[in-house]
């Protein structure tokens, strides 16, 4: 991680060896020299951001404490930052600007944390690659011809690439793990309601979270402790158990830790690299003292299908919100539904239209049955699997991605294909349990990450695990080809 990790900068905060202004200026710098070609980063704030790490350093200085007070901090551009763009990828909030902060955003600057940049992202957080995004593709920082993974492809990049040590992404269906996986990075999907949505612009509402990403689990347990707590502007908001134990997280206990390999997620489709690496990773817990076991999720097969489903019927509903007469642009001329027509039709991707049309489709009468309630009820099954399997074990460990982070256009043409890159990352959303990503080494010369999936709210034990793993075996600390 060329950044530093969060932990390190936080002690060198804390001792007055380090000062927010310069980890700032250090953060705009690299954007500066580096995102030309990264192309990470659709909007930043140099001049408040300076001021608010100059506060942090006050606030340092008079000895206050907190476990983000000076640290930079990357947000995805579909969060709200009160007075800067909110573009979410797409040409249709063209001039949008924030009128209020995110909760999550507002936590964090209450805590002295420094938002430097808007990161960029898929068009409204849909997409695996980033190649959906209105603007400039991002890029790999490991290999600038292959896609970063997506939708949270800005903010997964901003941390590999030495921007800042943290960033925030939102995960619908994989959109912090499967980015994390592919540039070598850690990144939690929290519990279902353990950080609060307002001001995260809708996706698909009932699997849309807020996702943490840095270079260790330790580091993003920094800005999870931050954030976490009941919030009255999100009726999901649910209180997470173990808050306390996140500003100075221990590595978890693995001897006895039952960890279950679900049949479903291994054998025919893997990488020989990826797969290698896992059995790797595997190993080392089991050396250690965890108990491995196989489990089955028997309606693994139907995930895609009713995530896809699920997904595009909630975007249908949410999108239209966006018809030229509230946010962004519009395109004149015309009786009103002409002019929202218009507006639509030029101001969202073709991904974007694809999704409201499918999810239009999939809620009209005649057909609600057939499909949107036929995937509530498979819905059900995909969460009782991981209920059965969690009275055996503890957490279960699972490829993020069969393969390797792929080249641009690889897959643009098919969307099938694209949908196909969330296979292993789609299930845990639906059951609305935590999940995070964490590398686990190079194939090839490329970054694989493994998932780790655990029951509502063991969030805090699935960081510790995770700190556990990276307290034994450094792969986090692999670093892309960069400039220094
Ligand atoms: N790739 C998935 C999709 O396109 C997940 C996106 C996300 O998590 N925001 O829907």
Redesign the pocket.
């Known amino acids: 991680m060329a950044a530093g990790s969060a932990v390190d900068w936080r002690e060198g905060l804390d001792a007055g060896d380090l000062s927010s202004e310069a980890l700032v200026r250090g953060g705009l710098d690299r954007i500066r020299r580096l995102d030309g070609q990264l192309h990470a980063v659709l909007a930043s704030d140099e001049d408040q951001s300076l001021q608010l790490a100059r506060q942090a350093d006050a606030r340092l200085r008079s000895g206050e404490r907190t476990p983000v007070l000076g640290l930079p901090i990357v947000l995805k551009d579909n969060l709200h930052w009160s007075g800067l763009q909110v573009s979410c990828g797409s040409r249709i909030l063209d001039g949008y600007r924030a009128p209020y902060n995110a909760t999550v955003v507002e936590r964090l600057l209450a805590a002295g944390a420094v938002p430097i940049a808007k990161a960029n992202?898929?068009e409204f957080?849909?997409?695996?690659s980033g190649e959906?995004s209105a603007f400039e593709a991002t890029r790999n920082p490991w290999n600038l011809d292959l896609v970063p993974g997506?939708?949270?492809s800005g903010s997964v990049v901003a941390v590999a690439g030495g921007y800042a040590p943290l960033a925030l992404?939102?995960?619908?269906?994989?959109?912090?793990r499967?980015p994390a996986s592919f540039c070598n990075v850690t990144a939690l999907?929290p519990t279902y309601g353990v950080l609060s949505r307002y001001g995260l612009t809708a996706?698909?509402s009932s699997?849309?979270q807020v996702g943490p990403i840095a270079a260790s689990a330790a580091d993003i347990a920094l800005a999870l402790g931050v954030m976490a707590g009941l919030d009255p502007r999100d009726s999901t908001s649910v209180k997470l158990p173990g808050v306390d134990r996140l500003d100075q997280l221990h590595p978890g206990n693995l001897r006895g830790l039952r960890i279950g390999l679900p049949r479903e997620y291994f054998g025919e489709g893997i990488e020989t690299g990826v797969q290698n690496l896992l059995d790797a990773a595997i190993q080392v817990f089991k050396d250690h003292g965890a108990l491995i076991q196989e489990v089955s999720l028997p309606h693994t097969r139907y995930a895609i299908d009713t995530?896809?489903l699920i997904?595009t019927s909630e975007v249908s509903s949410n999108l239209s919100r966006f018809d030229g007469v509230r946010f962004g642009q519009r395109t004149a001329g015309g009786t009103l539904p002409e002019m929202i027509a218009q507006s639509r039709n030029q101001g969202l991707g073709a991904?974007v239209k694809r999704?409201i049309l499918l999810g239009a489709f999939c809620l009209s009468k005649g057909y609600y049955d057939a499909f949107y309630m036929k995937a509530l009820k498979a819905r059900t099954l995909i969460t009782q699997d991981f209920n059965q399997a969690f009275e055996q074990v503890d957490v279960l460990a699972t490829p993020v991605s069969p393969g390797t982070a792929f080249p641009f256009g690889a897959k643009t043409d098919d969307p099938m294909a694209?949908?196909l890159?969330?296979v292993f990352?789609?299930t845990a959303?639906l059951a609305g349990i935590p999940c995070l990503c964490m590398p686990v080494g190079l194939s090839s010369g490329l970054p694989v990450g493994l998932q780790l999936i655990g029951p509502a709210l063991s969030d805090v034990m699935l960081l510790e695990t995770a700190h556990a793993f990276q307290s034994i075996i450094q792969h986090h600390l692999a670093t892309p080809p960069l400039p220094a």
Not at 125 to 128: N, T
Not at 169 to 176: A, E, P
């Open positions: 992202l898929d957080a849909m997409g695996s959906y997506g939708s949270s992404g939102s995960d619908t269906g994989g959109s912090v499967l999907r996706m698909a699997l849309d995530y896809y997904c991904e999704r694209m949908y890159a969330d990352t789609v959303p």
